[in-house]
Every structure is written in structure tokens, then in C-alpha cells.
């Protein structure tokens, strides 16, 4: 759903606008989201995910400042579709085991941070991470929003 959220979002106010003006309605859900499953977040997965994520924003701030609209949007375009290949091949996939090594939190966590910074998309790469770690459906959704409120507020 929130693909489909982006890519309107993007349609209406352009690819760069749309990334600006979606962060208060994303923080305002993050503090919903924190508020109600703070208790069930695992710190370990978070510190362990968050350095590779803010690296990933770091990077991100420092390629998409000097893109122009139009390329700016067609990177949106190739996150969104990547994103959505992942997710469907992820789902098809018959053996769920995904390696939980340092390579592999390092390139999802990269990978969400500059999707994130570039046009919100970074639920894909961070669900595969969550779901690596094989942790419960409320820690998931705990420590994810924690993630993001950090991310998104900062």
C-alpha cells in the first residue's frame, strides 16, 4: 500500500515535492506506531540494522541533492519497481531463509536508507531484514516503527 501511496504522492506534486511533503504524515504515524508497540521493540535488531540505514540516508542526501526532477523521478520509478519485483519474489520464494550476516544487514540497511531518502521506499528492504530475523509479528512492527520514527525524524 505504501508503493501505491508514493507513486500517487509523486504523480501529484512531482518526485522530489512528494518525498518532502509525505515526511510529517509518515512521523505523525511513526509516534502512533512507537506509542503502541514500544513495549514489544527488540533494540538488538534496531542498533544492529539503524548505522547501515543511516548510511544508506547519508549516501542518498549526497547523490539525489544535485539530480534534476526528471532523473529524480525515474529513480523513483526503477526503487518502485525493484521494491515490488522483491516483494513478489519474496513471496514466491519456497525456502524463507535468508542469510542473517553482516553482508546482508549491511546491504538491506544501505539499500533502505537511500530508497527511504529518495522517495519513502524503504519498507521492502526492511521487511526482508525483519523478516530474516524471524521475530515475532508485534516485535516486528515495534522495532520497524522505531526505526522509522528515527530515520524519518531526524
Do not use: C
Not at 512531482?14 to 518525498?19: E, R
Not at 526532477?69 to 515490488?84: C, D, P, Q, T, Y
Request: hydrophobic share 55%; glycine share 8%.
Amino acid at each position: 500500500m505504501g508503493v501505491v501511496i508514493v507513486t500517487l504522492m509523486a504523480l501529484v506534486h512531482g518526485a522530489k515535492a512528494s518525498t518532502g511533503i509525505l515526511l510529517p504524515l509518515l512521523i505523525f504515524a511513526d509516534i502512533l506506531a512507537v506509542t503502541y508497540y514500544n513495549r514489544h521493540t527488540q533494540w538488538k535488531y534496531l542498533f544492529k540494522f539503524l548505522p547501515w540505514m543511516v548510511f544508506g540516508v547519508l549516501v542518498a542526501v549526497f547523490v539525489g541533492k544535485d539530480l534534476s526532477e526528471n532523473l529524480f523521478r525515474k529513480g523513483m520509478a526503477v526503487i518502485i519497481l525493484v521494491s515490488v519485483i522483491i516483494m513478489f519474489l519474496w513471496e514466491r520464494y519456497e525456502q524463507k531463509n535468508v542469510p542473517d550476516k553482516t553482508w546482508f544487514v549491511s546491504s538491506t540497511g544501505f539499500l533502505a536508507g537511500f530508497t527511504t531518502m529518495i522517495g519513502n521506499l524503504a519498507g521492502a528492504f526492511t521487511n526482508i531484514f525483519f523478516l530474516a530475523t524471524r521475530i515475532p509479528k508485534n516485535e516486528f512492527i515495534g522495532t520497524a516503527a522505531w526505526l522509522f520514527f528515527i530515520i524519518n525524524f531526524h
